[in-house]
Nanobody, 125 residues
Framework: QVRLVESGGGVVQAGGSLRLSCAASGRSFNSLAMGWFRQAPGKGREVVTA????????YYAESVKGRFTISRDTAKNTIHLDMNNLELADTAVYYCAATQRILSVAAVQDDYEYWGQGSQVTVSS
């Protein structure tokens, strides 16, 4: 069993930056592929970015390429999502996710069996 606890999030003006973090416990961090998803009001959950279990291969949705960065800190069993140049369309609840079934980059939510509690990110004009 893997437990994911998110932190960060909040309200930021358009053009600003924010960092989300997700701490994993319960299983070897180095055996987990991880990702970030988001769900905007009235919309389905979509992938934002994903990282393979080695941390050396990534995927980014087109809408966030060049603005968002996923990274991991193996010493703290934590992944981060650094969000820069935020846009109104980035407003959503953000979820971190982990899988031990897939070691490569997983960009589909059905690939993941563990989820964080969700963090609200609101971008204001």
């Amino acid at each position: 069993q893997v437990r994911l606890v998110e932190s960060g999030g909040g309200v930021v003006q358009a053009g600003g930056s924010l960092r989300l973090s997700c701490a994993a416990s319960g299983r070897s961090f180095n055996s987990l592929a991880m990702g970030w998803f988001r769900q905007a009001p009235g919309k389905g959950r979509e992938v934002v970015t994903a990282l393979n279990y080695l941390g050396d291969s990534t995927y980014y949705a087109e809408s966030v390429k060049g603005r968002f960065t996923i990274s991991r800190d193996t010493a703290k069993n934590t992944i981060h999502l650094d969000m820069n140049n935020l846009e109104l369309a980035d407003t959503a609840v953000y979820y971190c996710a982990a899988t031990q079934r897939i070691l490569s980059v997983a960009a589909v939510q059905d690939d993941y069996e563990y989820w964080g509690q969700g963090s609200q990110v609101t971008v204001s004009s």
